[in-house]
């Protein structure tokens, strides 16, 4: 078997800032292209010579010969060991463990998240550190100045390895182990949470639904829930991973994640039901006639995680993303405990979870985990609510109730404007930056606007700043609006715009989202030029 060298050429692609790249798969299947990034990965983490990797990936379409690649062009750069989930698959959270669990110097994700796969859809493939985090933005930045210098990559000339059996073989001078992508994280979920307590439920009558969106969590969840938990065969429905996800998103939200809202919001709703995207970092939970947003979500999990095993001690502190509702600061505060607010995505969390200065973190996009991996986990929250239910023996509805009835209640919403012509979708955020200043006192659509900042965050751990994070708009009476591009989107630019209001007044607890938070909707538009300038007078996706 030969090492070959290869000469290749920066690519401008990956966005500086992100956490590994996104693009339509037919980019990803360019000849060279996959290499390049990949070389630029090892190179832009110092070199891989020794290591030991993790690999797997949500099975979308070019998973498995993604793999492939990777495997010898890892053999090719001198990796000692790449520990890779059978089949090609592992969720973001069961690598992150793994990475954790085998003390591997890092790991490859393959994976587009939430955005739809398919020959003609998404592909994705992304770093995670020695922690089994998203790589720190430190180790991002050098990841993109390689791609922007690189000159070759290092591949062997080899057949394709076999990825379907469990065991050991040999790439080269590399070993290559097949593992089950499930047990470790089932043993670790057995760990934190009363596994007799949830089977209790189960045997009593309580009926779920899991929607695995046709993504990664099916063979998790089935293992979990169905074998280990004794839930009813049925119990997790598209199950299997398909290449296209069965044509859909698998993103967990009451639009994409429709055919469970309808279920959910049925004649014969079953007690609970929940849904995790393509490579199961998210989640989405849904009780009977009952929705509950990620950020109450992240609030009531905050409040009750202490009646689970794993969280008995209490936490140490919460953290949340910038644009995630205020709801699990006031939990926090209540209980004493320290809360955190940093910018979007999962990777600011890291330096707060390993300093041990939170338990918990979330975000709105439906992101939930805790300091069990260094990755949002999807099937972590469903199994921490199925818990809090067990031992509370209330409903999702009783419980959000009693909620909002202590805590009050933050209306939110995110309206998102996908596929805007980015020319367009920049200049509506630079002309707001632009405007900062002045805002204050002006009056939109009928609210005053009290404050207006660009959020830059300084991480109080590695004294890092990272600037730009979001336009944040404070109207009188407590409503706020925050306006960022997407960083994960492959076509244009995608808008997100962020709504919340809090409201205290107890006959008020238990309006429609969209309804009590009209006057901050308005206001948003208005400010920002919303309608004028992207030319749509509604959202193409609110969550
Ligand atoms: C989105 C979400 C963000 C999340 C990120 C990655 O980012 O808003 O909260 O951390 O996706 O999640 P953006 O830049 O498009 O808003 V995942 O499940 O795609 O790994
Ligand atoms: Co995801």
């Known amino acids: 078997m030969t090492i070959q060298t290869i000469a290749t050429t920066p690519i401008d692609d990956q966005k500086p800032g992100t956490s590994g790249l996104r693009k339509k798969t037919r980019?990803?299947?360019?000849?060279?292209?996959?290499?390049?990034?990949?070389?630029?990965?090892?190179?832009?983490?110092?070199?891989?010579?020794?290591?030991?990797?993790?690999?797997?990936?949500?099975?979308?379409?070019?998973?498995?010969?993604?793999?492939?690649?990777?495997?010898?062009?890892?053999?090719?750069?001198?990796?000692?060991?790449?520990?890779?989930?059978?089949?090609?698959?592992?969720?973001?959270?069961?690598?992150?463990?793994?990475?954790?669990?085998?003390?591997?110097?890092?790991?490859?994700?393959?994976?587009?998240?939430?955005?739809?796969?398919?020959?003609?859809?998404?592909?994705?493939?992304?770093?995670?550190?020695?922690?089994?985090?998203?790589?720190?933005?430190?180790?991002t930045a050098q990841i993109y100045a390689r791609t922007m210098d690189i000159s070759s990559y290092r591949i062997l000339e080899a057949d394709a390895v076999q990825i379907d059996a469990l065991g050991e073989s040999h790439l080269g001078d590399m070993a290559v182990e097949i593992v089950d992508p499930v047990s470790d994280y089932a043993e670790l979920m057995e760990e934190l949470f009363d596994f007799g307590a949830i089977a209790g439920l189960f045997?009593?009558?309580?009926?779920?639904?899991?929607?695995?969106?046709?993504?990664?969590?099916?063979?998790?969840?089935?293992?979990?829930?169905?074998?280990?938990?004794?839930?009813?065969?049925?119990?997790?429905?598209?199950?299997?991973?398909?290449?296209?996800?069965?044509?859909?998103?698998?993103?967990?939200?009451?639009?994409?994640?429709?055919?469970?809202?309808?279920?959910?919001y049925g004649p014969d709703a079953p007690d609970f039901g929940a849904a995790s995207d393509g490579d199961g970092d998210r989640n989405m939970i849904v009780g009977a006639h009952c929705y509950v947003s990620p950020s109450d979500s992240l609030a009531l999990l905050t409040d009750l995680a202490h009646l689970a095993p794993g969280y008995s001690g209490g936490l140490a502190g919460v953290a949340r993303s910038m644009p995630t509702s205020a709801a699990a600061d006031r939990v926090a505060e209540a209980k004493g405990i320290a809360h955190f607010e940093t910018p979007t995505g999962w990777k600011f969390f890291g330096n707060l979870l390993d300093a041990g200065k939170v338990t918990i973190c979330g975000e709105e996009s439906a992101g939930t985990g805790s300091d069990h991996v260094r990755e949002k986990d999807g099937l972590w929250a469903v199994l921490l609510w199925l818990n809090i239910l067990a031992v509370t023996g209330k409903s999702v509805a009783e419980l959000m109730a009693e909620h909002w009835g202590r805590y009050g209640r933050n209306y939110y919403s995110r309206h998102d404007y996908e596929a805007v012509d980015s020319t367009v979708a920049n200049a509506l955020i630079d002309n707001l930056r632009a405007r900062l200043d002045k805002l204050p006192g002006q009056s939109a659509a009928g609210?005053?606007?009290?404050?207006?900042?660009?959020?830059?965050?300084?991480?109080?751990?590695?004294?890092?700043?990272?600037?730009?994070?979001?336009?944040?708009?404070?109207?009188?009476?407590?409503?706020?609006?925050?306006?960022?591009?997407?960083?994960?989107?492959?076509?244009?630019?995608?808008?997100?715009?962020?709504?919340?209001?809090?409201?205290?007044?107890?006959?008020?607890?238990?309006?429609?989202?969209?309804?009590?938070?009209?006057?901050?909707?308005?206001?948003?538009?208005?400010?920002?030029?919303?309608?004028?300038?992207?030319?749509?007078?509604?959202?193409?996706?609110?969550?």
């Open 203 to 264: 045997s009593g009558g309580f009926r779920m639904c899991f929607d695995a969106m046709h993504a990664v969590t099916g063979p998790y969840a089935r293992e979990i829930l169905e074998n280990r938990l004794g839930a009813p065969s049925g119990t997790v429905v598209n199950g299997t991973p398909s290449p296209d996800f069965g044509g859909g998103h698998p993103d967990p939200n009451p639009v994409w994640a429709k055919a469970l809202m309808d279920v959910m």
């Open 447 to 543: 609210l005053t606007i009290s404050g207006a900042d660009e959020f830059a965050y300084d991480d109080p751990v590695d004294g890092s700043t990272s600037t730009g994070q979001g336009i944040r708009i404070y109207f009188e009476g407590g409503g706020r609006a925050v306006f960022r591009l997407s960083g994960t989107g492959t076509e244009g630019a995608t808008l997100r715009v962020y709504l919340e209001r809090i409201e205290s007044e107890p006959d008020a607890l238990a309006q429609d989202p969209q309804a009590a938070l009209a006057s901050v909707i308005a206001a948003a538009d208005a400010v920002a030029e919303i309608t004028n300038r992207i030319g749509r007078t509604t959202p193409d996706v609110i969550t």
């Open 27 to 139: 980019v990803f299947m360019q000849p060279g292209y996959l290499e390049n990034y990949v070389q630029a990965i090892f190179d832009g983490i110092g070199g891989v010579t020794g290591k030991t990797l993790v690999i797997g990936g949500d099975g979308r379409y070019y998973n498995d010969s993604a793999i492939g690649i990777i495997l010898r062009m890892a053999a090719a750069n001198g990796v000692a060991r790449c520990i890779v989930g059978q089949r090609g698959l592992l969720s973001t959270p069961a690598a992150s463990n793994l990475i954790r669990k085998r003390r591997a110097d890092g790991g490859l994700i393959l994976s587009a998240s939430h955005n739809p796969g398919g020959v003609d859809e998404d592909f994705g493939l992304k770093y995670n550190g020695p922690n089994g985090g998203p790589a720190t933005e430190a180790v």
